[in-house]
């Protein structure tokens, strides 16, 4: 039931939003040349690793970048080990910017619902660096698939704690539901026109 309402979503989301992909792919390549997707290995369904598709949104030279700035900046370095991200992060192109205030960046996670790594609500995808965070729950993650949004999500995203973070994915893949999905669902459409939250 999940998967097919899942596969329904992706191919309904991809024919609507095709146009304004192929917009924005434009977008991306003409303002900072170089590929038009970033594709990361992130962790999935049972611990394994799946390859998550999203609009690039930094420079082409962007893990050189993060090395060096972390390697110079100390205030820069606690806030990337405390939350595996930068709230004011050079890397990221005007463009980007944009794309993830809108969370456009995350369109092409659509075709990841559609050949089944990701479905429409669950844990947001975590990359290997970030399992030991969830240290003893880790194995909650697992339970389920990442999703294109989840509780995280509707929870103010990166003004919440990554604390917080791990225990609303803990809650989820404990009390998950068709109910709950598209209550999920629903509550996205209000967070991502207010953009709470993106960064």
Known sequence: MLRLLDLTIGIVAI????????ALAIIIYASNP????????RIGLNGKSFACFK???MVVDAQERLARLLEEDPAARLEWA?????RSDPRITSVGRFLRKS???????????????MSAVGPRPIVHAEIARY???????????PG???????????????????????AYSRHRSIGLNFKIMLMTIPAVLAARGSR
Request: hydrophobic share 40%; glycine share 10%; aromatic share 16%.
């Open 103 to 117: 969370s456009f960046d995350e369109l092409p996670q659509f075709f990841n619902l559609i050949n089944g790594t």
């Open 82 to 86: 405390r939350d595996h991200k930068l």
């Open 15 to 22: 024919l609507i939003f095709g146009p304004l992909m192929i």
């Open 55 to 57: 609009f690039r949104t």
């Open 148 to 170: 294109i949004t989840g509780l995280w999500q509707v929870s103010g995203r990166s003004d919440t704690t990554y604390r917080r973070r791990v225990a609303l994915d803990v």
């Open 135 to 145: 240290g003893r729950w880790f194995g909650d993650y697992c339970r389920v698939k």
């Open 34 to 41: 170089g590929p038009i997707f970033f594709v990361q290995q």
